[in-house]
C-alpha cells in the first residue's frame, strides 16, 4: 500500500535536533579551567578568549565584553568547555557589544551577573550596544544605556569608535522573531581596531569591511559547519581563513568552536582544519589559536 510521505514541519525538525544535541552535551564531564584575567595598560590592546564567541576587550583603556556566555547551560544544553574567565574576576565593564539575540551569544543570565558585578566595583552598570530589534530582550537587565545600530552604522560611546558591521546569519530568539538584527562590530580606539564578525557564512561583504574599516585583529567563526546545509549562515575553517585574507587584518583568533555542541563535525576537527588551511595559505604564524582565559597582547 502506498504511503505519502509528509514533511516534518520546521519546529519538529528542529526541536529534535536540538534534544540531540541536548543529550550529547552531558555525555562528557566539562573540561578547561577558568583564570584570571590578564590586565594590560591603556596604551596596549588585550584580547581574551573567554569560549566560544565571548571576548573580553581591552582597548583605549576601556573594557569592552562581548556576547558574554558564562553560564554552564542554555537552558538544558551544557556546554563543554568552561569559560576562561569568572565574572567575580572581571575588571568593571565599560561596554557590551551583543551580534545577534541567539542564546549562544546573548545569554540574559551572564548579562544580569556582569551588569551587578559592575555596580558593586564602580557604582555604574556598563553600556550595551544591539542590532537594531534586539533592545526589547536587555531594557531591563540594568545597564546605563542601551544603544541600537544597524549595518555600517557608527557610533562613538565611551571614548571608543564602534561600527556595526554586515554578516550572513539570522537573528530571531525564539523560530519567528525573525525582525531582529544581527551582524558584527568594529572598535577602534587608540591606533588600533579589532573586528568581532558574529555568527556569519562565508560571504562577499568581507572584502569591504577590510577595506573600510582596516582591522588590525579579526576574531572569526570556525565551527558548527556540518552538515554542509550549516555553511547557509556559519563559515567553515576554510572559509574562515578565506575570510581574514580578505578582510586583511594582520592576526586572526577563532572562535564559534568547542564550548557548544551544535554541529555534527567532531569537537576537535575545527583547529585541526584552520591549522591545515593557514598553512597552505602559508598565514600560520598570523593565527592565534587561544585557550580559553588566554590573551592576545599588543603594543
Given at each position: 500500500m502506498a504511503q505519502v510521505l509528509q514533511r516534518r514541519p520546521f519546529v519538529v525538525t528542529k526541536l529534535g535536533q536540538l534534544w540531540r544535541l541536548v543529550r550529547e552535551s552531558h555525555e562528557q564531564p566539562m573540561a578547561g579551567v577558568s583564570r584570571l584575567p590578564e590586565l594590560v595598560t591603556p596604551e596596549e590592546l588585550g584580547v581574551t578568549f573567554i569560549g566560544h564567541s565571548s571576548f573580553l576587550l581591552q582597548v583605549g583603556g576601556k573594557n569592552v565584553l562581548v556576547d558574554p556566555v558564562f553560564s554552564k547551560r542554555l537552558i538544558l544544553l551544557r556546554r563543554q568547555r568552561r569559560a576562561g574567565l569568572l565574572v567575580k574576576d572581571l575588571p568593571a565593564i565599560d561596554l557590551v557589544l551583543l551580534t545577534h539575540a541567539h542564546m549562544?551569544?546573548?545569554?540574559?543570565?551572564?548579562?544580569?551577573?556582569?551588569?551587578?558585578?559592575?555596580?558593586?566595583?564602580?557604582?555604574?552598570?556598563?553600556?550595551?550596544?544591539?542590532?537594531?530589534?534586539?533592545?526589547?530582550?536587555?531594557?531591563?537587565?540594568?545597564?546605563?544605556?542601551?544603544?541600537?545600530?544597524?549595518?555600517?552604522?557608527?557610533l562613538e560611546v565611551q571614548r571608543l569608535r564602534v561600527t556595526m558591521t554586515p554578516c550572513r546569519h539570522w537573528g530571531a530568539r525564539m523560530f519567528n522573531d525573525t525582525h531582529r538584527g544581527y551582524g558584527g562590530y568594529v572598535v577602534e580606539s587608540g591606533g588600533y581596531s579589532v573586528y568581532h564578525s558574529g555568527d556569519t557564512a562565508y560571504f562577499d561583504g568581507f572584502r569591504e569591511i577590510g577595506q573600510r574599516l582596516k582591522p588590525e585583529v579579526a576574531l572569526l567563526p570556525i565551527g558548527a559547519y556540518f552538515p554542509d546545509s550549516y555553511r547557509a549562515v556559519h563559515t567553515s575553517p576554510e572559509e574562515a581563513a578565506r575570510a581574514f585574507v580578505e578582510v586583511g587584518a594582520e592576526w586572526m583568533v577563532p572562535m564559534h568552536y568547542g564550548t557548544f555542541r551544535l554541529g555534527r563535525e567532531p569537537m576537535d576537527e575545527p583547529v585541526q582544519r584552520l591549522g591545515a588551511e593557514a598553512g597552505r595559505l602559508e598565514i600560520r604564524e598570523r593565527v592565534r589559536v587561544l585557550e580559553e582565559g588566554e590573551t592576545l597582547r599588543l603594543g
Amino acid at each position: 500500500m502506498a504511503q505519502v510521505l509528509q514533511r516534518r514541519p520546521f519546529v519538529v525538525t528542529k526541536l529534535g535536533q536540538l534534544w540531540r544535541l541536548v543529550r550529547e552535551s552531558h555525555e562528557q564531564p566539562m573540561a578547561g579551567v577558568s583564570r584570571l584575567p590578564e590586565l594590560v595598560t591603556p596604551e596596549e590592546l588585550g584580547v581574551t578568549f573567554i569560549g566560544h564567541s565571548s571576548f573580553l576587550l581591552q582597548v583605549g583603556g576601556k573594557n569592552v565584553l562581548v556576547d558574554p556566555v558564562f553560564s554552564k547551560r542554555l537552558i538544558l544544553l551544557r556546554r563543554q568547555r568552561r569559560a576562561g574567565l569568572l565574572v567575580k574576576d572581571l575588571p568593571a565593564i565599560d561596554l557590551v557589544l551583543l551580534t545577534h539575540a541567539h542564546m549562544d551569544h546573548l545569554d540574559m543570565a551572564s548579562l544580569r551577573r556582569v551588569v551587578r558585578a559592575t555596580l558593586r566595583l564602580t557604582g555604574r552598570a556598563p553600556e550595551v550596544v544591539v542590532p537594531k530589534g534586539v533592545e526589547d530582550l536587555v531594557a531591563r537587565l540594568g545597564f546605563a544605556r542601551v544603544h541600537e545600530m544597524e549595518w555600517w552604522q557608527q557610533l562613538e560611546v565611551q571614548r571608543l569608535r564602534v561600527t556595526m558591521t554586515p554578516c550572513r546569519h539570522w537573528g530571531a530568539r525564539m523560530f519567528n522573531d525573525t525582525h531582529r538584527g544581527y551582524g558584527g562590530y568594529v572598535v577602534e580606539s587608540g591606533g588600533y581596531s579589532v573586528y568581532h564578525s558574529g555568527d556569519t557564512a562565508y560571504f562577499d561583504g568581507f572584502r569591504e569591511i577590510g577595506q573600510r574599516l582596516k582591522p588590525e585583529v579579526a576574531l572569526l567563526p570556525i565551527g558548527a559547519y556540518f552538515p554542509d546545509s550549516y555553511r547557509a549562515v556559519h563559515t567553515s575553517p576554510e572559509e574562515a581563513a578565506r575570510a581574514f585574507v580578505e578582510v586583511g587584518a594582520e592576526w586572526m583568533v577563532p572562535m564559534h568552536y568547542g564550548t557548544f555542541r551544535l554541529g555534527r563535525e567532531p569537537m576537535d576537527e575545527p583547529v585541526q582544519r584552520l591549522g591545515a588551511e593557514a598553512g597552505r595559505l602559508e598565514i600560520r604564524e598570523r593565527v592565534r589559536v587561544l585557550e580559553e582565559g588566554e590573551t592576545l597582547r599588543l603594543g
